[in-house]
């Protein structure tokens, strides 16, 4: 009789404490989403508001300058509201990215143009073994030499930054 009462109370202690979990999980969900809100929906909201009004009279009366003043205060406007939570490429940061990218090119262009030389170098080899008498051999040293510069090639893809 004690055992089941001791059970009934292990239960009901189960049972709050689900309860309580629950509860403070709710609360924590509730206060991150609050938080998020504050910090990052309401002033995006104000400021698209504000940008909206600006691009109406813009179409009004449209001209080059506008649209330059336009796109600087939309820059600024989101790197004040947005620009709190990750970096907003900038034209400066687009010339270095752009270097990037061509070096990025120009080490792949190497790469690339090793793999069209290797596999270049096989079709020739092979061509030369289909033009000559059957030999099985020789048609393995080719199949060996494909299979070898497939899986080089593929190393090299799988490795590449």
Do not use: H
């Not at 504050?38 to 179409?59: H, I, N």
């Not at 300058?65 to 034209?91: A, D, R, V």
């Amino acid at each position: 009789m004690v055992k089941k009462i001791e059970d009934k109370k292990d239960i009901n202690e189960e049972k709050k404490d689900i309860s309580k979990t629950w509860a403070d999980s709710y609360m924590a969900v509730s206060k991150m989403w609050e938080d998020s809100y504050l910090k990052l929906y309401k002033p995006w909201f104000e400021s698209t508001e504000a940008l909206f009004g600006k691009a109406s009279e813009l179409s009004k009366n449209a001209a080059p300058e506008k649209y330059k003043e336009f796109y600087g205060e939309w820059l600024k406007t989101s790197q004040n509201s947005l620009g709190k939570f990750y970096q907003i490429p900038t034209l400066e940061s687009n010339k270095e990215v752009f270097e990037k990218l061509v070096v990025s090119a120009e080490e792949s262009n190497k790469i690339y143009r090793s793999w069209i030389a290797e596999l270049e170098e096989n079709s020739r080899a092979t061509r030369e073994v289909l033009q000559g008498e059957p030999d099985p051999a020789r048609y393995k040293e080719a199949y060996d030499m494909w299979i070898k510069s497939y899986g080089k090639i593929l190393d090299e893809l799988l490795t590449l930054p």
